[in-house]
């Protein structure tokens, strides 16, 4: 099978072109610049009659998708989600959320470990692979969770399989907290992969709680949990944080940043580093005024912040504070988010619209859509060594994403795929669209005819 993508605009490792993409059992066979014309075959009489008029620079080719006015990216990576499956599905699980990431122009994804059970033994982490095997419809692999009493267990994993090691440091839902000093010098000595930190000071919260039920009453309204969840509780465990991995010179990835001041933590971006960080598109979109109007389904941890922190780190975007664009896609029922900052669950679904969400920040100026495709595919790929995906390069596998501009449409209940059925971007308008999603070259999803189903990806492979 030779597919040859056509009429589109290449956009890949800094540079943005006409071009076509040559893909072989799965595989990228040639990246090929219109831009540099050579003679070019007509196409072979198999090809779909409404592709007849492009032109092939490959003979034998037996399919063409034509993606004329549209953008051909590398298939887009989200290294932080949470599918819910095993042992909370009735919230979503592999299939229902994997379909939402390839209808989003998600081609890859890394599980976080607070299930049931916690993806904290080497059990429970081939149970995740055996059932994603299954049921994921797009490329897979899992985070191992870091505990108090775990870190035995470093030496087995096996690190071609997993991208890192997911580390709740100072706060977490699940009884995941990992808040002993030794148990932290230990984990940041021993990891042989890159750590991946939730940085939040559990002592701080509690004060800050305990202050907001005295004032407020037993379940405080949800515009007091970024004064619960406070900059100080994020400033103060992402210094500790920083502070191990540079004693202990451990590869520290600082999950969803959400304040300004935690950016001044890291190092500046022209000093090479082990320490990197990420923004989630919740924290680079929606700021504090947006709980009045969406009150908890905006609820996650760490807290949606201000205005100035909203602008801070869509500045770190391009100014290389911030190395990669994760989504945290985090679902809950509806009734489970009802209540406040106690009651009210905290995590939102936002794979299927994380794409859509930077490329509407690309048409405001926020960055460029060769930034874009640097923080949400090709540092994912360098950050956690994933073997030949990330970029659109001969030998690599072939997930691609093929986005239309100026082509509006509303998000509603009716076509959002995530199994929770909800979404914080219900009735807003996008102007581009996932035109069609690639895996392993293979169309997982094509616009106007959904998700196929019937395919499953591949686990991802790193070279750690």
């Known amino acids: ?38 003679s070019l075959p007509p196409p072979p009489s198999c090809v779909p009659s409404e592709a007849r008029n492009q032109r092939s620079s490959a003979p034998n080719v037996t399919h063409e998708i034509d993606a004329t006015g549209c953008f051909i990216l590398p298939g887009i990576i989200d290294s932080h989600v949470h599918f819910r499956e095993p042992g909370l599905t009735e919230k979503a699980d592999i299939d229902t959320e994997s379909r939402a990431a390839a209808a989003g122009g998600i081609t890859s994804y890394f599980d976080m470990p607070n299930t049931v059970p916690q993806t904290t033994t080497i059990e429970a982490l081939n149970e995740k692979f055996r059932i994603a095997a299954g049921k ?42 990992v808040d002993r000093q030794e148990t932290l010098e230990d984990i940041f000595t021993t990891t042989p ?56 010179h451990a590869r520290l990835h600082i999950a969803h940043i959400s304040t300004a001041r935690e950016l001044e933590l ?44 909203r602008e801070v780190l869509q500045q770190a975007l ?13 679902p809950h029922l509806l009734l489970q988010k009802e209540g406040g900052c106690v009651r009210a669950a905290s995590g939102m679904p936002m794979i299927q619209y994380s794409l859509v969400t930077m490329l509407e920040m ?21 950050l956690f060594s994933v073997a ?25 209940r009716e076509n959002i795929l995530s199994k929770c059925g909800w979404s914080p971007m219900e009735g807003h ?14 169309t997982v999803y094509q616009h106007g005819q959904g998700v196929d189903t019937n395919y499953t990806g591949e686990e991802i492979r790193f070279n750690h």
Not at 12 to 36: A, P, Y
Not at 318 to 330: E, M, S
Not at 392 to 404: C, E, K, N, Q, S
Not at 429 to 442: A, I, K, M, P, S
Request: charge should be neutral; proline fraction near 6%.
């Open 136 to 177: 994921s419809h797009v490329n897979y692999s899992f985070f191992f969770g870091a505990t108090n009493n775990n870190t035995n267990l470093f030496p087995r994993l096996d690190t071609c399989r997993i991208p890192g090691i997911k580390l709740f440091m100072g706060s977490s839902t699940g009884n995941m907290l």
């Open 429 to 442: 308008t996008y102007l581009w669209r996932v035109e069609r999603t690639l895996c392993n070259g293979h």
């Open 318 to 330: 391009t100014n290389g504070r911030i190395t990669t664009i994760g989504t945290d896609h985090a």
């Open 388 to 412: 030949q995906r990330g970029f659109l390069r001969p030998g690599y596998r072939a997930d691609i994403t093929i986005v239309r501009p100026n082509a509006g449409w509303t998000v509603s």
């Open 1 to 38: 099978m030779r597919t040859l993508i056509t009429g589109g605009t290449i956009v890949n490792e800094g540079r943005t072109f006409k071009g076509s993409v040559l893909i072989e059992d799965g595989n990228i066979v040639e990246v090929l610049d219109s831009t540099h014309p050579s």
């Open 362 to 382: 690309v048409d405001h100026g926020v960055l460029t859509l060769e930034r874009l495709v640097e923080l949400m595919a090709h540092n994912p790929a360098r």
């Open 193 to 248: 992969l890159p750590l991946m930190a939730h940085c939040e000071d559990t002592a701080i919260i509690n004060r800050n709680m305990a202050q907001a039920r005295e004032k407020y009453g037993e379940d405080p309204s949800v515009e007091h949990h970024p004064e619960i969840r406070s900059e100080e509780a994020c400033y103060e465990s992402t210094r500790l944080a920083v502070e191990l991995a540079m004693k202990h």
């Open 266 to 309: 890291l190092p500046p971006p022209s000093t090479p580093s082990l320490i990197t960080a990420e923004a989630t598109v919740s924290h680079l979109y929606f700021c504090n005024r947006d709980y009045r109007m969406l009150g908890t389904r905006i609820k996650c941890n760490p807290a949606i912040k201000t205005e100035r922190d």
